[in-house]
């Protein structure tokens, strides 16, 4: 009689064991985030400009390579300027960078408090 791995000589075919395949270790991808000194940062920026009646909306966007904080005038508009969080860009540009609608580079640098400092200047949208 053959041995079926349950310890019983039974021939109940229930009681089979049969081995899982070995789990290989998943590469987790990870997702860049802002952390909540920053995202306080910005949302003290943001609710600054709400009262300034600038900005009226925003979004976040959380990538494997990029957190992006993009504000809008209107939700149905494209945004007006994006706050990007870019870690693969800390030791040669900076991490924080701020564009505008159209893709051009305000400010780029290592600490979120400066590269915000771009919105002091009384940054407004010119419409024409």
Do not use: C
Request: no cysteine.
């Amino acid at each position: 009689m053959t041995d079926r791995g349950t310890g019983s000589k039974g021939d109940d075919e229930s009681a089979i064991l049969i081995p899982f395949p070995e789990s290989k270790p998943q590469t987790v991808l990870r997702q860049v985030s802002f952390e909540r000194r920053e995202l306080e940062t910005i949302l003290r920026l943001y609710g600054r400009m709400v009262a300034a009646n600038e900005w009226r909306d925003y979004a976040i966007d959380h990538t494997t390579d990029r957190a992006i904080f993009s504000v809008f005038r209107r939700a149905s508009e494209t945004p007006l300027f994006q706050i990007v969080k870019n870690p693969a860009l800390a030791r040669k540009q900076g991490a924080f960078a701020v564009f505008t609608g159209t893709g051009q580079v305000l400010k780029r640098g290592q600490e979120l408090a400066r590269v915000l400092g771009v919105f002091d200047k009384k940054l407004r949208l010119i419409e024409g």
